[in-house]
């Protein structure tokens, strides 16, 4: 299982993914920016063995992009699978990112491969895809306010079990962040009580919280021997904040655990 990325649970997560793998239930993963979604869904595909096709969803994303288009070439034209048919064909996970910024019309398209017909009608070619049990669809999003007015149409989400992330509570995101960069425990501490200093500055409002990745991002840089006081502002307060003073209350928080 080497080749399985390193992921350490929160809860027990794992177990769930595996009960709508095996029930054939769709999943929704919901949290913030940097906390482990896509990382345990990587982690999930590996484990179970199944081939992964993630698809970064944005505003311009059509159906045919999810599901395939006619392309010309050698004078001829061919069907092209789009990431979504190829998973359901394969019995592979097709994993939606960010499922929230695609346009409404474009999330239909999962409806009746997501619901217990799980079937995938190809409009184009009048194929109709029925998903082996082996095909599993997730999809992901951070529920943080710039998504508050799109969010998703009860009908699409209703057809999903729906799994809650966030940062890791302190000893978890200690065991990531030595797991992840090979820190010691040291210093693990000390970078995540500092995120959590971060996190709880409330009066500062930080469009996002400081996130695991960038503890990760940190830890890194100071493990190859860059100043731990300069990798914080670098990996974690410059890139939470474009505002001079709130990096400068921020920059505090940091001398105050890293202090040179
Ligand atoms: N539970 C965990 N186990 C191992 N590594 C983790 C875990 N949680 C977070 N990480 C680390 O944090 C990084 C960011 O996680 P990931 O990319 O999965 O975040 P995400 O939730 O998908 O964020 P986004 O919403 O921005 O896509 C990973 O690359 C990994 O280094
Ligand atoms: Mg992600």
């Given at each position: 299982?080497?080749?399985?990325?390193?992921?350490?649970?929160?809860?027990?997560?794992?177990?769930?993914?595996?009960?709508?793998?095996?029930?054939?239930?769709?999943?929704?993963?919901?949290?913030?920016?940097?906390?482990?979604?896509?990382?345990?869904?990587?982690?999930?595909?590996?484990?179970?063995?199944?081939?992964?096709?993630?698809?970064?969803?944005?505003?311009?994303?059509?159906?045919?992009?999810?599901?395939?288009?006619?392309?010309?070439?050698?004078?001829?034209?061919?069907?092209?699978?789009?990431?979504?048919?190829?998973?359901?064909?394969?019995?592979?996970?097709?994993?939606?990112?960010?499922?929230?910024?695609?346009?409404?019309?474009?999330?239909?398209?999962?409806?009746?491969?997501?619901?217990?017909?799980?079937?995938?009608?190809?409009?184009?070619?009048?194929?109709?895809?029925?998903?082996?049990?082996?095909?599993?669809?997730?999809?992901?999003?951070?529920?943080g306010y710039q998504n508050f007015l799109k969010g998703m149409k009860p009908?699409?989400?209703?057809?999903?079990?729906?799994?809650?992330?966030?940062?890791?509570?302190?000893?978890?995101?200690?065991?990531?962040?030595?797991?992840?960069?090979?820190?010691?425990?040291?210093?693990?501490?000390?970078?995540?009580?500092?995120?959590?200093?971060?996190?709880?500055?409330?009066?500062?409002?930080?469009?996002?919280?400081?996130?695991?990745?960038?503890?990760?991002?940190?830890?890194t840089l100071i493990g190859s021997g860059f100043d731990p006081v300069d990798?914080?502002?670098?990996?974690?307060?410059?890139?939470?904040?474009?505002?001079?003073?709130?990096?400068?209350?921020?920059?505090?928080?940091?001398?105050?655990?890293?202090?040179?």
């Amino acid at each position: 299982m080497s080749n399985v990325p390193f992921y350490k649970p929160h809860s027990n997560e794992i177990e769930l993914f595996e009960h709508a793998y095996s029930n054939q239930l769709p999943l929704l993963i919901k949290g913030p920016t940097g906390c482990g979604k896509t990382r345990f869904v990587a982690h999930m595909a590996a484990k179970l063995n199944r081939p992964l096709y993630t698809v970064a969803c944005h505003d311009d994303l059509t159906a045919a992009d999810l599901v395939g288009r006619h392309l010309i070439g050698d004078g001829r034209t061919y069907w092209s699978d789009g990431p979504l048919s190829r998973a359901v064909r394969e019995g592979g996970i097709c994993y939606l990112d960010e499922v929230v910024e695609a346009r409404k019309d474009t999330t239909v398209v999962l409806h009746p491969l997501s619901d217990d017909r799980r079937i995938l009608p190809i409009e184009r070619t009048g194929e109709i895809l029925q998903a082996p049990p082996e095909f599993m669809l997730v999809v992901s999003y951070n529920p943080g306010y710039q998504n508050f007015l799109k969010g998703m149409k009860p009908s699409t989400r209703q057809r999903f079990v729906s799994l809650r992330f966030d940062f890791p509570e302190s000893a978890l995101e200690q065991e990531i962040l030595i797991g992840e960069t090979g820190a010691d425990a040291m210093l693990a501490k000390r970078l995540v009580n500092l995120a959590n200093a971060l996190r709880a500055l409330k009066e500062h409002d930080l469009e996002e919280a400081a996130s695991t990745r960038l503890l990760v991002y940190a830890a890194t840089l100071i493990g190859s021997g860059f100043d731990p006081v300069d990798a914080c502002r670098a990996a974690m307060v410059e890139t939470l904040t474009d505002d001079v003073e709130t990096a400068d209350a921020l920059m505090e928080i940091v001398h105050a655990s890293f202090g040179r």
